[in-house]
Structures are given as C-alpha cells and as structure tokens.
C-alpha cells in the first residue's frame, strides 16, 4: 500500500467548474498536507497546506482535511485553462522527515 | 528573497559514471531535503539533511549519497549511474528541525535538475 494515493485521472472538467481533487494517505502519524501544481517539465509549485481537521480556503482553492478518514481534498473554482496540470498530494510529519506524495492527478480543463 | 536554488539544471551521463547535483536553500531554512521524480510518478523521498547529518532516509541504495555544509547547502551524490537514475531530483528545504515539530512549516522545491542517464 502506498503511502499516499490519488486517482491519476485524467480529470476533465469545462472552464468555469469547479474541479474537485482527492487523496488518501495510510500513516495516521501524520501531521501536515500540501497540495502542489506541477507543470509538465516543472518543479512542483505549493498551492495550499492544511494542518487541522475542516476546510482552508485561499481565493479560489480550498483545501479539505479529514484526519478521521484519513482523507484530504482540493476544490478549485471557476477553473481555468491555466489550471490545467498534474496536482501532487502530499502529507508527513511537520519536519518532513517522513513527507509522501501521491503519484498526482493530471486536470485538464476545457475552454 | 532568494528561493531554493539548484545546479546544474539538465545534464547527461552514461552509464557507471557518476554524478553530483548542488542545492542551496531558501533564505532562513537549514534542513534540506532530497527527492527523485521519475516522468509520470510523484516525488521520492531520497534523504534529509539537517545540522550537516543525514536526519533520515528514503528507500534509495548506498550508491546515492549527500553532503550538507555549513552554509547548509547541500549536495547529492550518486555512483554507479544507471539507466533507471535518468530523473528530475528536487531539493526541498524547510525550517529548522529542532524548531519544525509545529504546524505552519512548508517545504519549498527547487526548479530541479534534470538527469538522463545513457
């Protein structure tokens, strides 16, 4: 089993939607979530972290964090063409000595 | 604010040979970390440095090594190159590791250097 998983996708959804990302993680030690952007031939970019249980909204992202169901999500409104590409999950320990990604999530979204 | 910097950023080699990458951190983190990304999979833990020690260690051989100086920048080694290394390997840094069990520390990549092994 892996540390942390996500559906490869492809995700397609039309602009304007709202795209909705998931990801599961095993190690219930662990204490901080990020969800990253990566770009094809790019380093991965950090759009959001969560720490605690709930919701964390910045602009048009908000991030979902069950620790219970060892589940954590990310909602992107009003998507655009520009918001297309691979979003990584990613979830360990708060000094990162024990930091695993998922295998990403390639979104496309369609003008 | 300079972010975290990597050298260099595309190179080739051939097969047994090997090869070293450099990592400066951000401004004001001295723990750095060490990551592989193969084409289509998420990043791979390698190993973290913190206080020029290796803190802790990924599912990576012996044949990948790293070095962290006093400046706290780093550097990873790996020998005996195989096909299987061609990657993009990411540095990541974060805040110190005596101060980082709280919530609210982020670890930020670097641009990568891209490896192909032929």
């Known amino acids: 089993q892996k540390e942390v998983e996500q559906n490869s996708g492809p995700l397609s959804v039309p602009e304007g939607a709202i795209a909705s990302l998931n990801c599961t993680y095993s190690d219930r030690g662990s204490q901080s979530f990020f969800w990253y952007r990566q770009y094809s031939g790019k380093s991965p970019e950090l759009i959001m972290s969560?720490?605690?249980?709930g919701d964390k909204e910045d602009g048009r992202f908000t991030a979902q964090l069950n620790k219970a169901s060892q589940y954590v999500s990310l909602l992107i409104r009003d998507s655009q063409p520009s918001d297309s590409a691979t979003y990584l999950c990613?979830?360990?320990?708060?000094?990162?000595?024990?930091?695993?990604f998922g295998s990403g999530t390639k979104l496309n979204v369609k003008p | 604010d300079a972010g975290v910097t990597q050298s260099p950023t595309h190179l080739i080699k051939t097969r047994g040979q090997q090869v070293t990458l450099r990592c400066s951190p951000k401004?004001?983190?001295?723990?750095v970390s060490w990551y592989q990304q193969a084409l289509g999979q998420g990043p791979q833990f390698i190993f973290q440095?913190?206080?020029?020690?290796?803190?802790q260690r990924g599912n990576f051989p012996d044949r990948f090594s790293g070095h962290q100086f006093p400046n706290y920048s780093s550097e990873l080694n790996v020998n005996a190159l195989l096909l299987g290394d061609s990657a993009l390997y990411l540095c990541?840094?974060?805040?110190?590791?005596?101060?980082?069990?709280?919530?609210?520390?982020?670890?930020?990549f670097g641009e990568g250097s891209w490896l192909t092994v032929v």
């Open positions: 990613a979830g360990g320990l708060y000094n990162f000595n024990k930091f695993y």
């Open positions: 969560i720490y605690s249980n």
């Open positions: 990541a840094s974060s805040l110190a590791y005596r101060l980082s069990d709280r919530s609210g520390n982020t670890i930020y």
């Open positions: 440095y913190y206080e020029e020690e290796e803190r």
């Open positions: 401004s004001g983190h001295d723990t």
